[in-house]
Each structure stands twice: as C-alpha cells, then as structure tokens.
C-alpha cells in the first residue's frame, strides 16, 4: 500500500501513515483531522506527550519532528507520515536517565512535572543543532514551554549545565 493512501474505515476517511516513532517503525491508520497528540497519546498510548492548552501556547504536548521541537497538538497526524518522531518515552529508562532528564531533577526543575516532557524535548531539539548555545538561545529555545511550577530559572540553569554556559 502507498504511503498515506486512503484505507476503508467506518466513514473511509482514514489513512495509513508510517514514521519512525523513537526509533521504531510505525504504521498506524489515522483519521484526517486526528491531531499527532490524539494519535501519540490515545492511539499509541505513549501518555508523556500532555495536553495543556491545546492551541500551541504552552508546550506541553512538544515532540521532535525531524529534529525540530514542535507542538503536536498543531499538527494533523498524517503529516507524520514518513517523517522522524520523537517523544519522551525516547529518552532514557527509569534506571538510566537522559542527562537532560537528570539536570533537571538536580537542579530542583521538576515539581508537579506537567511540562517537564516538553521543556526536555525543546532542550534536547536545542542542543541536538547547537551543542553550545548560549544562555539567550537556551532562554529562546525554552520560550514556548509554559510552567506554572519553577519559575524557569532552574531550568534554565539545567540546560545551560548540559550545554556548558557560564552561569552569570
């Protein structure tokens, strides 16, 4: 079958869509409309990728789309169709955290841990193209991350620990 060719569902508006997902091939039918975050989260069942606002303004639903953090609540599922997807559940295990992850717990980012999946992944999209930002483009990168929680100076602090910026 192509890629992204119509198959026959209740009201045959569904395609077929495949994408590498965390390094794993997928193959999943998804309706037209479905958002990525619908498809991600409820259909695949990886649950990390949140929804908050649900209009691209807090950053909680993030993935990295070929190396790029984008909301996955802006984005139809089919446009995933043979593209590169990553979410949290691609980093790190509970016995072996991402550095990301661990900077963020040692410098006390995490509290209710809502955005944390997010705010890692724009930091890892970040640092994957520029492995020595400075803290203006950390500051930048972060900017569509919402939390309630930190009041993003320990965050900031993390990522800028993993990328090796000079604390001021």
């Not at 091939?25 to 649950?47: N, S």
């Not at 040692?106 to 520029?130: E, M, T």
Request: contains cysteine; negative net charge.
């Amino acid at each position: 079958m192509r890629r992204n060719q119509r198959v026959e569902g209740q009201d045959g508006d569904a395609v077929r869509i495949e994408f590498q997902l965390n390094g794993k091939p997928v193959e999943v039918e998804a309706e037209p409309w479905e958002t990525a975050l619908a498809l991600i989260r409820d259909g695949l069942g990886l649950t990390g990728t949140k929804e908050g606002c649900g209009i691209g303004e807090c950053g909680a639903c993030t993935i990295i789309v070929d190396g790029k953090a984008m909301n996955s609540c802006l984005i139809a599922a089919p446009q995933l169709d043979s593209r590169d997807v990553q979410t949290i559940e691609g980093l790190g295990t509970r016995e072996a955290l991402h550095p990301l992850q661990q900077a963020l717990l040692d410098h006390g980012a995490v509290q209710c841990g809502f955005c944390s999946p997010g705010v890692i992944l724009s930091a890892k999209a970040l640092l994957d193209r520029n492995p020595s930002p400075t803290k203006d483009e950390i500051v930048e990168a972060l900017a569509g991350n919402l939390c309630r929680c930190t009041g993003y100076k320990q965050i900031i602090e993390a990522v800028a620990k993993i990328a090796g910026v000079r604390q001021t």
